[in-house]
């Protein structure tokens, strides 16, 4: 088929690159000139595993064409996908001006039936916005769709969720729509839930919102863990087993971060409110992802006492791990906090340094784990990369002026850091005083 993606973000460049390597010919589009005449190079302007070899091999076999006229998009394609990134206003409420219009563009282009898709995350109801401003806007009274077919992609590991969803949803109005998208996605082997377009965009928000609930519930239950000296590791598997419950989602941390949760569960929030829901349980969820943060940074002044003064080792910056991503991430607020009670910060990303330069100030940049922890006074660690997991610990040991290790995604096993001679402290984690070996 031949598509368009308007908006070279995370979302459109995924869905550019796996449609295209489904078969496709796809036209990527961005305003953003600059950053389309880079990825007309094969200059990819963000790091996520995959994606700069798809790119490659489909810009080689003339797949993929980037461009910044809507107009061409609009000629040369019978869908198109809007992907393009619906920020939150200052109450939380997401902005769809970029949405609306990319709408007016697109019916001032049409010259035939086009079936116009939401991929962004949208609040329900835009849709019906969407069809409305077309309709204003369409010469001669073209016919056209318009579907929600939001993506679940997670940074990080978006082109395999891309290929192997766990679920496919489609919401449409019409048979023609319906049958557009079917055959679109019919080399993924993966359930449809095909439905009406608001539940559709429910879809979104609700998963979204049901997987920041299961962190901030699992992080509650870790500040019990630690009052009590249980191990919210061991809880989480014993709650996690009950297939009604399930294992993901269930590690407590120093809260989530990203573009996608805080953002959205803001907007969940917005629109509830705004059709006359006041949701209560997404607004505490939100309460207790904030306080995470703060209950960490207890932990650090109750192991250090006085921060003035003290070097501090942060292993990790990016908002999770296999991605150089650092909008909203824990680190930001964590580091700035540290420094503002006059701590000296020295901190290693193995991909986000570049980015957190940039918003960072006075933060001693490290080539490796190893550099962070020379004279440091405690190591922190704030996103669970693998290459952290495995690290020479006896060297570790050595560099930091004295070993201490504290964990905010319980990456390492207390009983084994204590053996190694570490001071070790997670979060909600069963400390070895409590065992009884
Ligand atoms: C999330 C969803 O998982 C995707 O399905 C969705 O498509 C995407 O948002 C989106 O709306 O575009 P993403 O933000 O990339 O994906 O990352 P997640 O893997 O969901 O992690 C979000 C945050 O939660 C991270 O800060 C992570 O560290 C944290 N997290 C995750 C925890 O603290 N504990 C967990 O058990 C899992």
């Not at 997401?94 to 995350?121: C, F, H, P, Q, W």
């Not at 019990?224 to 000296?229: Q, S």
């Not at 996690?240 to 996608?260: E, H, M, P, Q, T």
Request: with cysteine; hydrophobic share 40%.
């Amino acid at each position: 088929m031949n598509i368009s993606i308007i908006g070279a973000g995370y979302v459109g460049l995924v869905t550019t690159a796996c449609f295209s390597e489904l078969g496709n010919k796809v036209i990527c589009i961005d305003n953003d000139t600059k950053k389309i005449s880079l990825l007309k190079k094969g200059v990819i302007p963000i790091y996520e595993p995959g994606l700069e070899e798809f790119i490659l091999k489909n810009l080689k076999n003339k797949r993929i064409k980037f461009s910044s006229s809507i107009k061409e998009a609009v000629n040369n394609s019978q869908v198109i996908f809007i992907a393009i990134s619906t920020p939150a206003l200052a109450d939380g409420e997401a902005d769809l001006t970029g949405i609306e219009n990319i709408a007016r563009n697109i019916a001032l282009n049409m010259t035939g039936y086009r079936l116009i898709v939401e991929k962004s995350t949208v609040p329900v109801e835009t849709g019906q916005w969407v069809k409305q401003t077309i309709q204003i806007y369409t010469k001669d009274k073209i016919k056209f769709d318009v579907a929600s077919n939001p993506e679940f992609l997670r940074e990080g590991s978006a082109i395999n969720d891309f290929m192997h969803p766990d679920r496919i949803v489609i919401g449409v109005e019409s048979k023609r729509a319906r049958d557009i998208l079917v055959e679109l996605y019919k080399p993924l082997k993966a359930p449809l839930v095909i439905t009406d377009i608001k539940s559709a965009e429910l879809i979104k928000h609700a998963s979204n919102s049901f997987l920041a609930t299961k962190i901030s519930f699992i992080n509650a239950i870790s500040r019990i863990c630690d009052k009590v000296g249980a191990d919210v590791v061991e809880v989480a598997e014993g709650i996690g087993l009950d297939k009604r419950i399930g294992k993901a989602f269930l590690n407590a941390g120093v809260g989530y971060g990203g573009s996608c949760f805080p953002k959205d569960i803001d907007a969940f929030i917005n629109i509830s409110k705004k059709i006359g829901y006041d949701f209560e349980l997404l607004k505490i969820v939100k309460k207790i992802n904030e306080e995470q943060k703060e209950f960490f940074l207890q932990k650090i002044k109750d192991t250090l006492w006085i921060l003035k003064d003290k070097t501090i080792g942060v292993l990790g910056l990016s908002f999770k791990p296999n991605t150089d991503d650092i909008r909203n991430a824990p680190s930001i607020d964590i580091i700035k906090a540290l420094q503002n009670e006059g701590a000296f910060i020295k901190a290693y990303d193995p991909y986000a340094m570049e980015k957190a330069r940039l918003i960072l100030d006075k933060v001693r940049f490290c080539r490796d784990a190893y550099e962070v922890c020379k004279n440091s006074d405690c190591l922190v660690i704030i996103t669970e990369w693998d290459e952290f997991k495995e690290l020479d610990f006896l060297r570790i040991k050595r560099l930091l002026k004295r070993p201490l290790i504290i964990d905010g995604r319980n990456i390492y096993e207390p009983k084994a850091m204590e053996k190694l001679g570490f001071r070790y402290i997670g979060i909600g984690r069963k400390t070895p005083k409590y065992l009884n070996e």
